[in-house]
């Protein structure tokens, strides 16, 4: 047979290779996927209420150290059990079925029992196709790599939640990766040089080095700007991390967009923030993009190129209208990046690590508003905050 290799690149999921086999003799084929872009560095979990037939067409890419999960069936694909997979929910169940009954024969010749009660666990899964009561289907990886389709993209979808979470140790041990035991530099070396290091390109995978640089932002605080350049393909990107601790409240910013003038003003979005444009039905969950120090226009144009760029908007995966709706997005977003619209662009960072300039600083802004809240039990867990102990830590060790 023939096997076909591409390499593509996807947002939100990185670099993957899509591996495609054909026989003409038995007109056999199969398709698999392998992460080719770097492990992230959050986990994320996909939560899918499945209330519809157009739910189980959802394409989803699953790694292969990805765990697939129906909890009202108490079923669970492990890590590592199948290869990458870049398919929909109905074929995912459907592997799922055809995994089961493989070895069926011989179970009814040794164990007549078992092979009653798996016969029966395959009913309830080919039942689950037909959606005659709703289900959850949820994918879990640790190495951020898996996706779920949004179908009402660029819009918030309401039956879809992601959650992005710290690795516990023995998941980073099962992805291979170790801790850095190299001595950290302090504080002051960072304010006084640029550090650089080696990587590699996320777009060519050619050796490059990464800058980085601790940096004061007038009337905020320090961060870290990260800057890689590809002498190979040219490719440069930046990225911001917080130099310093969570806040103990969360912030929610919101700007009216009145005058272009606002699109030069300087934003700092961390990889806890969100954002939202309320005209535009239009909501970037957080870890989208990553951190970024640019101007609100530079924002908006990623924005913009993140929506055009996907692939589930183009080409055979593309539902009928989708490319439209697409469309009219982007042409709504340029509209407002050329003045043409007003628009209310919000940012809700639950760790407070996020600013937008308030060019009237040390005044105060009429067209932006600060607000500080008490972050909620979900959102401290996604923050690692709810397990953290900071008093008291070493009374009851045992030492």
């Excluded at 990886?141 to 516990?168: Q, W």
């Excluded at 990553?290 to 144009?301: I, S």
Aim: proline residues 5%; charged residues 30%; negative net charge.
């Amino acid at each position: 047979g023939v096997t076909r290799l591409l390499l593509t690149r996807i947002p939100f999921f990185k670099e993957i290779i899509v591996s495609s086999f054909t026989c003409d003799s038995c007109s056999w084929s199969n398709t698999e996927i392998q992460s080719a872009g770097r492990i992230q560095e959050q986990g994320v979990r996909y939560t899918l209420a499945v209330t519809s037939r157009q739910d189980m067409n959802r394409e989803v890419v699953k790694t292969d150290c990805a765990t697939a999960r129906i909890p009202e069936l108490d079923f669970e694909i492990p890590a590592f059990t199948q290869r990458g997979v870049l398919t929909t929910i109905e074929g995912i169940i459907d592997r799922a079925v055809a995994g089961l009954e493989q070895d069926q024969p011989a179970r009814r010749a040794t164990d007549e029992e078992v092979a009653s009660k798996i016969d029966e666990f395959i009913g309830k899964l080919k039942q689950l196709k037909e959606v005659r009561s709703s289900f959850t289907f949820v994918v879990d990886d640790p190495s951020g790599n898996s996706f779920v389709e949004n179908p009402h993209a660029p819009r918030r979808d309401d039956a879809l939640t992601v959650t992005r979470y710290r690795r516990t140790a023995q998941q980073a041990a099962m992805l291979g990766l170790q801790a850095d035991e190299r001595p950290a530099a302090s504080a002051e070396d960072l304010r006084n040089e640029v550090l650089q290091f080696n990587t590699n390109c996320p777009e060519c995978n050619a050796p490059a080095s990464t800058n980085m640089k601790l940096v004061q932002i007038p009337h905020f605080k320090e961060v870290i700007i990260m800057a890689t350049n590809c002498e190979a393909c040219g490719h440069r990107t930046n990225e911001v991390k917080s130099g310093g601790a969570i806040e103990p409240q969360g912030t929610r910013i919101t700007l009216r967009l009145t005058d272009p003038s606002d699109l030069t003003r300087d934003i700092l979005k961390s990889e806890t923030c969100s954002v939202e444009i309320p005209e535009l039905e239009f909501e970037l969950g957080m870890g989208a993009l990553g951190g970024k120090f640019t101007t609100l226009e530079g924002l908006l144009k990623d924005i913009a190129e993140l929506v055009e760029r996907n692939p589930f908007g183009l080409g055979d995966s593309c539902a009928p209208g989708r490319a439209q709706k697409l469309r009219e997005f982007v042409g709504k977003l340029q509209e407002i990046m050329e003045g043409k619209a007003t628009a209310h662009f919000i940012m809700d960072d639950p760790a407070g690590n996020s600013y937008l300039q308030n060019v009237y600083a040390p005044e105060e802004d009429p067209e932006l508003r600060v607000e500080r809240y008490e972050r909620t039990f979900e959102q401290n867990e996604a923050l690692g905050l709810n397990d953290m102990k900071t008093e008291g830590y070493e009374e009851g060790d045992g030492r």
